[in-house]
């Protein structure tokens, strides 16, 4: 099959001294840390991005910050692509490694390291879940707020790589803002720490730079992050309305009327029957879209809050109404909710779309997106953080198919050119990865990519971390002579 | 601020021609927009500036799209006018440095986001930072550049939107800028606990944002610049003041929950209305050291718990007066002589870390002692990577941040 996104050629001498260098690897690191045999390399071939495989030329899961480092090093002063991985749940392909890569897992750094309530934060390893942050605090009243649908699986350190959301950041933010420090190692194995305990780092804002910055510019080992104290309690309350025009009238305005709630999810119908399926929920089944609200708070915060939302749900025609009534309704709910791409991934093959759009375009966007669908031929269920704008259509095809497979990528190309040009952009949580790197030059100017991947150049001058990534291939700057001659001469100053 | 000729672009492309313009003639310039923090960094070192006063006007607001774009120049006032009318408002709460520095002018929503300029909203609602979304600039090749946008959530290529917040015009000037704008809350009180010592201050504001009922304010304010807040109207010794915000059936249930665990710590009450709101614009704007003098006074960032113990230490070694706002972590102090920029980094080391810039000084006193906290050498030198990146004649606010950079 005849793959729509192109990958680097592989570098030939790199995979020619693939005996050698697996050698010196296994000098810098302790027993059990490097995979060389095809067989275990096969599940780190892809991530959840699965309709692009390429084998590595070699796994490493370093123990220490310090393994991390030399790795690092001796893969720049050898001009060895590298592949920063945490568990590979990427949807964009940010992890996909290439045949003349070492890919660098964090997995075994799976640490919290310090709780600290008074100063609400927490300080753990790069390969820690994204869950057992808040399962950690959780008995003492706090939690971490960025929630993204894989945080069972899904590590810290590709939470910073991708700036991942979730369902609750619209009133908490994203990973960027609930981090508040990380370790870093740098292409030449130098470590860094940046941010900490204490807010706003001196200088540039190299902490707001390196988070989304999808394992270019460096490999997190240690991360700093905000906890904060969980609600009293928390209610998801389901809206089912007639048409997907009215929800989306309705969540634009729930915000505008200055109630922001912590969550609002929208599923149209096919979303809807997927996951009720799947989770029985207790979704209502005789509507075409279905917001899920939540508040929180004590009850009679809630109940204030809800009053207000049911008045303006009312005014939308609002054909169903159900309030969670107890905490496994609540929970119910949510993990139909949470479960939709697992539960897609159960009918059909599918890829999910993560364009975000201004609020005032999400009903003009859906309507658009089903004409794309149909004109392909194609399904699509929609599953998405409304409140924010940010939406994932979830393409349906057989990935037997290989002209059906080919359809879904450019339906989805169609779609996310059709979030920029609503003033959105390409990925609101997912990443660019390689799924929509070819598209970057549809949001940016030349000039724009040309600074980005300046700044790129400027914390990775030889281009060996995650290279195939982000940037379009055609057109990069290149390694930028200069660079490398300058930190040697500051080496030597220091 | 010698800077003798000031020029006013009236378009981006006009910034765009005169930062060309300068690269050929290899002439630096200062960048600018009110000129209301122009005596905070290190004094300028260019024969000429450029003021973005006249890149001026909201380009876009849609009120229930909760986001803004505005050109920089636009001023500040005018935007929270728009935003009042609405009844929205920015919820990072920007400092206004103009009573403490002495300063006239109006400040610019560019100089704002180029300052990173936040409030004591910041331990809840970000920084400056974390509500700018998108930004539009011309760099110091001349070339105009976007990045980000007017949606919350994007991960679409590096983040340069953070970047350039808190660059202070180092690394670009900055023409448009579109940012999160928020619901004002319905209702806002303060409740105060009166009679606490700095170190019980610090666990009264850990175990108040312990708890569930989201305080977007925490200061505390000593004996000694007590009188300075409210009027003088802050009665019965030092006041730890903690703000609630929201609808007011939530307030009121918080209000209950939050007063009788503070009972138990000192002696409480409770401001509203007006009173709060003055309360906490004065100690967004460092009032108590608003005193018309050039006494030096640090904003220091430190882990919260450690606030109290570095002023507790300085105290022993030094003339010092603080106050304490984001939970104890924002220390203001005002030195009584020299600016001991040493000893004050020598013991933020000592406790934990964090950093230290200096806000206020005399021209001289901001030459010579470094006024942003001094980066280890790796970051240092990554930060001047950075800079050669976007403006590689070192043509913007050269030395502003950083002397040769």
């Known amino acids: 099959m005849s793959e729509l996104i192109a990958f680097q050629e592989p570098d030939r001498a790199v995979i020619q001294r693939r005996p050698a260098i697996i050698s010196d690897l296994a000098n810098l690191l302790p027993e059990g840390c490097l995979i060389t045999e095809e067989r275990e390399l096969v599940p780190f071939d892809t991530d959840a991005f699965v309709s692009y495989r390429r084998m590595p030329l070699a796994v490493v899961l370093p123990e220490t910050t310090a393994q991390v480092a030399a790795v690092l090093k001796y893969c720049n002063d050898n001009a060895i692509p590298v592949i920063p991985r945490g568990a590979g749940t990427s949807l964009s392909g940010g992890a996909i490694p290439q045949e003349d890569a070492v890919v660098i897992g964090v997995s075994k750094m799976n640490r919290i390291l310090e709780v600290d309530f008074p100063n609400r934060a927490a300080i753990v390893q790069a390969g820690v879940t994204n869950i057992s942050i808040s399962q950690a605090v959780d008995a003492d009243g706090f939690f971490y707020a960025p929630d993204p649908s894989s945080q069972l699986a899904c590590t810290i350190g590709g939470n910073i790589g991708m700036n991942s959301g979730g369902a609750h950041c619209l009133k908490y933010g994203v990973t960027t803002n609930n981090l508040m420090g990380v370790k870093m190692v740098m292409f030449d194995g130098s470590i860094v720490e940046i941010g900490g305990k204490a807010l706003d780092a001196a200088g540039y804002d190299l902490l707001g730079l390196i988070c989304g910055s999808e394992g270019q510019l460096g490999i997190v080992t240690e991360a700093t992050v905000r906890l904060i104290a969980k609600p009293e309690g928390a209610r998801p309350v389901l809206f089912g309305f007639e048409s997907s025009v009215s929800a989306g009238a309705c969540v634009t305005d729930i915000i505008g009327s200055g109630i922001i709630p912590v969550a609002i999810e929208f599923m149209d119908k096919p979303a809807i029957e997927i996951c009720e399926a799947f989770a029985q929920a207790g979704y209502p089944m005789d509507v075409e879209a279905l917001l899920i609200v939540e508040v929180e708070g004590s009850d009679a915060e809630m109940d204030a809050m809800l009053e207000r939302i049911i008045e303006i749900a009312r005014k939308h025609g609002v054909k169903t109404i159900k309030e969670s009534q107890s905490a496994t309704e609540a929970a119910l709910i949510w993990k139909g909710r949470k479960s939709a791409f697992g539960a897609t991934g159960r009918i059909a093959d599918y890829i999910c779309m993560d364009g975000t759009v201004p609020l005032g375009q999400l009903s003009h966007v859906l309507e658009k997106t089903s004409e794309i669908i149909d004109h392909y031929g194609l399904r699509v269920a929609n599953v998405f953080h409304a409140g924010d704008g940010n939406m994932h259509p979830l393409i349906l095809f057989d990935a037997n198919d290989p002209e059906e497979s080919l359809k879904a990528e450019m339906a989805g190309n169609d779609i996310l050119k059709l979030c920029v040009d609503a003033g959105g952009c390409l990925t609101g949580e997912h990443g660019v990865g390689i799924e929509k790197r070819d598209l970057m030059r549809h949001q940016y100017t030349d000039a724009d990519l040309a600074q980005q991947m300046r700044v790129r150049a400027a914390f990775d001058p030889k281009w060996i971390l995650n290279p195939s990534k982000v940037f379009p291939l055609e057109g990069r700057n290149g390694s930028q002579p200069g660079i490398q001659s300058e930190l040697d001469a500051g080496k030597t100053a220091a | 601020m010698s800077a003798v000729d000031i020029q006013y672009p009236e378009t981006e492309d006009e910034v765009a021609r005169l930062v060309t313009e300068a690269k050929a003639s290899n002439s630096s310039i200062e960048v600018r927009g009110g000129g209301t923090r122009l005596g905070l960094g290190r004094p300028s070192q260019s024969a000429s500036a450029l003021s973005v006063a006249r890149l001026s006007g909201i380009t876009n607001y849609d009120p229930s799209e909760l986001v803004m774009a505005a050109l920089a120049g636009t001023p500040l006032a005018e935007i929270e006018a ?324």
């Not at chain 2, 009180?189 to 606490?196: H, K, M, N």
């Open chain 2, 82 to 405: 728009a935003l009042a009318v609405n009844n929205q408002m920015l919820t990072f709460e920007p400092m206004d440095h103009r009573p403490l520095l002495g300063a006239s002018g109006e400040p610019t929503i560019g100089g704002v986001f180029a300052a990173n300029a936040s409030g004591p909203r910041r331990i809840s609602a970000g920084a400056a930072r974390d509500n700018l979304l998108g930004v539009r600039f011309v760099n110091g090749s001349g070339e105009i550049v976007k990045s980000g946008g007017r949606v919350m959530k994007n991960v679409t290529g590096l983040d340069l939107v953070k970047l350039m917040a808190g660059s202070w015009g180092t690394l670009g000037i900055m023409s448009e800028v579109t940012f999160k704008v928020l619901p004002r809350p319905e209702t806002a009180v303060t409740i105060v606990v009166s009679g606490l010592n700095d170190a019980e201050a610090a666990e009264a504001m850990a175990a108040a944002l312990a708890m569930s009922v989201e305080v977007s304010g925490a200061a505390h304010l000593p004996e000694s610049v007590i009188h300075k807040f409210a009027g003088g109207s802050l009665k019965g010794g030092p006041a730890t003041v903690l703000r609630l915000e929201g609808l007011k059936p939530s307030v009121e249930v918080r209000s209950e929950r939050l007063l009788a665990e503070m009972s138990r710590r000192g002696t409480v009450s409770v401001l509203d209305g007006q009173t709060s709101q003055d309360l906490w614009r004065e100690i967004r704007d460092v009032i108590p050291f608003a005193d018309g003098t050039m006494k030096p006074v640090w904003k220091v960032s430190v882990a919260p718990s450690a606030g109290h113990q570095l002023v507790a230490a300085l105290r022993l070694k030094t003339g010092v007066d603080a106050f304490y706002d984001w939970q104890g972590g924002l220390v203001w102090l005002r030195m009584e002589a020299d600016p001991e920029a040493d000893l004050v980094r020598q013991y933020i080391k000592a406790v934990g870390g964090g950093h230290a810039t200096l806000i206020r000084a005399d021209a001289a006193t901001r030459a010579s002692v470094p006024v942003f906290e001094p980066q280890p050498k790796p970051l240092e030198a990554l930060s001047r990577r950075i800079k050669d990146q976007f403006d590689p004649a070192g043509l913007l606010n050269p030395g502003r941040m950083t002397a040769g950079m």
